[in-house]
Structures are given as structure tokens and as C-alpha cells.
């Protein structure tokens, strides 16, 4: 059972890494509560992990209600407060910003990330969308 697992874990395995790892795993399996619950409780062992509030900002964009939205940018700026060259949590925002019309915040948040990840074709693409809402 897990708690099993929990209970004997390998000396190089932490509880945060099992909950961040299955957070994961029912993000890319689209289980929204399953992934919020995972990630959040892997938030408690380590509050100011950037990639962790990425993570969450992310779930939180990708799954509908407005108000989950606003909580999803609320975990992408806390990871920004923390690092602010992770230029993934910068482009999350910049497409927040777009998908709510906040135009010029979009460009902003896509240069930033450009500029920490030139090569990001998802980026790129984000650009040339907003510069077709912007003609």
C-alpha cells in the first residue's frame, strides 16, 4: 500500500519527491483534484519550490473556472517572486494573460520568456497568435 511505501522509503527518496512525482502523474493523466491534491501536499514540505508553484499555476490555468484561473497566475507569480528567470512560469503567464486579452501583459511576459529561452518554438507561436489579435 502507500502508506507502506511512505512508511519505508529509500534513504535518497523523500515524501515531497513521492507527492511532487504523483502530482505529476495525475496532471498528465487530466485528473485535475487528483494532481491539486498531490501537488499541493508536496507544496507543504518544500513552500517556496519554484517549480512545484509552476506546476500548480499551471493546473490551476488548464482547468476552467475563472476563479481557478486567477489562482493559477497567483502560483505563477509566487514562483516568479522566488526565481525570476524561469522563463516556462513566464510564458504560463503570458498565455494567462492572452486567454483573458491582457494584451500588452502578454507581450511583456513573452519577451521575458524569449529572452531565458530563445529556442521555445511554443513561445514563438504565442507571439505570432497575440500579433494577429493585435492587427
Given amino acids: ?3 507502506f511505501v511512505l512508511q519505508n522509503l529509500p534513504p535518497t527518496i523523500s515524501e515531497f519527491e ?3 512525482e ?4 495525475h496532471q498528465e493523466s487530466d485528473n485535475f483534484e487528483g494532481a491539486r ?8 514540505y518544500k513552500q517556496n519550490d519554484p517549480n512545484i508553484l509552476t506546476r500548480l499555476g499551471w493546473l490551476y ?4 473556472s475563472i ?3 486567477e489562482t493559477g497566475i497567483q502560483y505563477l507569480n509566487a514562483s516568479l517572486s522566488i526565481d525570476e528567470k524561469n522563463g516556462y512560469a513566464h510564458y504560463l503567464l503570458g498565455r494567462a494573460y492572452l486567454d483573458r486579452k491582457q494584451f500588452i501583459e502578454a507581450t511583456e511576459k513573452f519577451k521575458v520568456a524569449l529572452f ?3 529556442t521555445n518554438a511554443d513561445i514563438w507561436c504565442c ?9
Fill in 1 to 3: 500500500s502507500f502508506e
Fill in 18 to 20: 513521492i507527492w511532487y
Fill in 22 to 25: 504523483i502530482g505529476i502523474l
Fill in 37 to 44: 491534491v498531490a501537488l499541493e501536499r508536496s507544496l507543504k
Fill in 61 to 64: 490555468l488548464t482547468c476552467g
Fill in 67 to 69: 476563479e481557478d484561473k
Fill in 116 to 118: 531565458y529561452d530563445a
Fill in 127 to 135: 507571439l505570432g497568435v497575440l500579433m494577429i489579435f493585435l492587427m
